[in-house]
């Protein structure tokens, strides 16, 4: 393309390219299936490198899916590691 266009070209060999920040994405999981997630991109004014990408439910059945998965990860957690201490992950993320 930048043979055809000096224009893009031009615009190319600047590479002032935006990140998205925020929308939608879909993840096929191995355990429970269809996951619509919505994600938002936090970044520290200044070019530190670093991101914080968060990632909530779209709907009602991913949440569901991600209640399940919380449950079926602290039913694996050995004692003495937190997970005995009354407040489940879920709870604790606003999914319970």
């Known amino acids: 393309m930048s043979v055809a ?3 893009f070209a031009r615009l190319w060999a600047q590479q002032r390219v935006k990140s998205k920040t925020y929308g939608d994405k879909v993840v ?3 355990l429970v ?3 619509a997630l919505r994600y938002e991109t936090l970044r520290p004014i200044g ?3 670093q991101a914080l990408i ?3 439910p779209a709907d009602e059945s991913t949440a569901d899916a ?3 998965l919380l449950h ?3 039913a694996r957690t050995e004692p ?3 997970a005995e201490s009354g407040t489940s992950s879920a709870t604790a993320w606003g999914w319970g």
Do not use: I
């Open 5 to 7: 266009s000096a224009e």
């Open 28 to 30: 096929d999981h191995p």
């Open 33 to 35: 299936g269809r996951l």
């Open 47 to 49: 070019d530190s490198g």
């Open 54 to 56: 968060r990632l909530h």
């Open 66 to 68: 991600c209640r399940l």
């Open 72 to 74: 079926e990860n602290e």
């Open 80 to 82: 003495g590691t937190g």
